[in-house]
């Protein structure tokens, strides 16, 4: 049975570099994308944010956010996600009222706990990992400068983000579903390489999950790589990229830019990066419009997600896109009609 066509579908892009591009086309690709995702019928489409990576672009979530809502009219917009530990949460809070000021009913705050690639990334920022201990406190200080000021700041209100409701999603890194689960908060999930450590904490958030103001029940979202193309072969071409980026980034401590598929082809390996590489290309949900239906309906039946969250990376910008219609197509999205175009 295909169960796509009855959950949301939703895009993360987290605006990577590729090899003979610069930044700013990948910022403006991730724009481009919003407005074809859109215009395909997607729910939803969030921007990540990452500091000192050379593969990715996208360092200011809510500054790439405004750019996507302005190009966009009716997709829900968002980030995918501040990284909370990171910024003070006033200053989040004021800059989500902000977005959500001027683009009224349209955005979504998605929220981690992540504090930098390496230690001189975070050393940059001010931080380390052990800051990343302090989300739960983070979380509800942020939550609370919207609904009139936390406690331990008298008198301070977060203007224009007071009174206002923009809905906010927990990203699962670490104890992330513990956290999401006991602020009532939905989760964000993945990846869904990683189905069984995935099954057990959408499990244990379900079951420890309390109703909040900003959520009556459990809202999951599984989020992973899902490549849609018209042969079993062109679909692993289009992971090729990313699995070589992500041998390479545990290998020499750097996430670099993306190579075209025929680039890492020829490149010669050392047995590490082969082992590493050989595993990002594996248990991804990828194939042609049949296997991907079959694999995506068991993951949400697994699951029991509410949302799918698209977060396919590739060299090959048309062919992404191409995987994304394919993929629109198999679920049946509505996509614009000619009057709303």
């Known amino acids: 049975m295909n169960t796509v066509a009855a959950v949301r579908l939703s895009v993360l892009d987290r605006s990577r570099t590729r090899e003979g591009a610069d930044p700013a086309g990948a910022l ?51 980030t995918g996600g ?15 009222g902000v977005l959500e000021s001027l683009f009224p009913g349209r955005i979504d705050m998605g929220l ?51 009174g ?16 999401a689960a006991r602020a009532g908060l939905p989760l964000v999930i993945g990846d869904l390489r990683g189905r069984e450590r995935l099954l057990a904490a959408v499990d244990a958030y379900r079951e420890g ?22 042969t079993e072969a062109a679909a692993r071409r289009l992971l090729v990229p990313e699995a070589w980026s992500m041998a390479y980034s545990r290998t020499h401590g750097v996430f670099p ?21 050989e595993s990002g290309l594996r248990g991804h949900v990828a194939g042609t419009a049949e296997q991907v239906a079959r694999e995506l309906s068991a993951v949400v039946a697994e699951s029991g997600a509410d949302e799918v969250l698209v977060t396919t990376s590739t060299y090959e910008r048309d062919a992404l896109l191409d995987s994304f219609r394919r993929l629109a197509g198999l679920a049946g999205l509505a996509g614009l009609t000619s009057a709303d175009a």
């Open 164 to 179: 206002l409701r923009v809905p906010p999603f927990v990203l699962a890194t670490g104890e992330g579903a513990t956290v």
């Open 112 to 162: 981690g706990r992540s504090v930098g690639f390496t230690d001189p990334v975070r050393r940059a920022l001010g931080h380390d990992k052990k800051d990343a201990d302090g989300f739960a406190g983070q979380l509800d200080e942020l939550l609370g400068w919207f609904t009139g000021g936390p406690d331990e700041h008298p008198g301070v209100h977060a203007y224009p983000a007071e």
């Open 28 to 78: 403006r690709d991730t724009v481009r994308l919003a407005r074809e995702a859109e215009a395909l019928g997607y729910h939803r489409f969030w921007v990540s944010e990452h500091h000192g990576v050379p593969g990715v672009a996208g360092s200011a979530p809510t500054v790439l956010a405004a750019a996507v809502a302005a190009a966009t009219s009716r997709i829900r917009v968002g």
């Open 257 to 277: 830019p993306l190579l075209p598929p025929e680039r890492v082809a020829a490149l010669t390996m050392t047995a590490r990066e082969r082992e590493l590489y």
């Open 82 to 96: 501040v990284m909370l530990p990171n910024h003070r949460p006033l200053v989040v809070a004021e800059q989500f």
């Open 209 to 230: 999950f309390r109703p909040s103001a900003w959520a009556e029940r459990p809202y999951v979202v599984v989020a992973g790589t899902v490549v849609v193309a018209g």
